[in-house]
């Protein structure tokens, strides 16, 4: 299998939610939860809304409240009835910025080597219209080729089509693409349906029957390509 373009998902592959904002933002309003355990708290509510019936009838604008309600629960608050100031700031920083903000360590240096090994490279994200100027803000815009953002296009993942349409965009073929992505019924799903090669990055090791490779980082695919 001769690869030469690699699709990568933004959020849970290229950058993970400011977990400390979120913290700050429960505080003000009186919540007190470490950044710490919410993070560690985000795989376990991933994993629970990444089924099938969820994907199908929600789309991902319908489940960020659902995910940080969750999250918030997850990492020990009892009583979530009486997030909805909490969620709503958080909603609009959102809308603004783009929460999925904080960069994972291997990221940069894995992109970097991607490229040298002569790959193309494209974000292909359900995303909210502000994903390039997040990546831009955060350093990650000239590290990659072409940039996806499921509002802009106005199609999501696992919609094959979606994948097809940024394929026909960057000039790549499903038979030597990759995608990388952290949802099963998402990423994996969506691109087995475009005729690409699926890898899941499981971060906290819980899709241990999944159908696909699997990466815990990044830095994962490069030993996969090498390969």
């Not at 950044?35 to 199908?56: F, G, M, Q």
Request: net charge negative; proline share 4%.
């Amino acid at each position: 299998m001769q690869i030469q373009t690699v699709f990568l998902d933004a959020g849970g592959v290229l950058v993970n939610p400011n977990w400390e904002r979120v913290s700050e933002c429960l505080c003000k309003h009186g919540v007190s939860v470490d950044s710490s355990r919410l993070r560690e708290a985000e795989p376990i509510v991933k994993k629970s809304l990444d089924t099938e019936e969820i994907i199908r009838s929600t789309n991902d604008g319908d489940r960020f409240e659902q995910y940080l309600r969750r999250v918030i629960g997850e990492a020990g608050v009892i009583e979530t009835d009486g997030l909805a100031p909490v969620l709503e700031e958080l909603h609009d920083y959102n809308s603004r910025w783009n929460i999925w903000e904080n960069v994972y360590p291997d990221v940069l240096p894995t992109l970097a080597a991607l490229r040298s090994m002569g790959f193309q490279l494209a974000v292909l994200s359900n995303a909210n219209g502000t994903l390039r100027q997040s990546l831009d803000r955060i350093g990650l815009l000239t590290a990659v080729d072409f940039v996806f953002d499921s509002y802009e296009e106005g199609i999501e993942k696992p919609n094959p089509e979606y994948f097809l349409r940024a394929l026909s965009k960057c000039g790549g073929n499903p038979g030597t693409t990759i995608h990388i992505g952290d949802f099963y019924h998402v990423d994996v799903v969506g691109a087995r349906s475009a005729g690409i090669h699926p890898i899941l990055l499981d971060s906290a090791n819980l899709y241990t029957d999944c159908d696909c490779p699997r990466i815990q980082s990044m830095g994962g695919v490069i030993d996969i390509l090498e390969g």
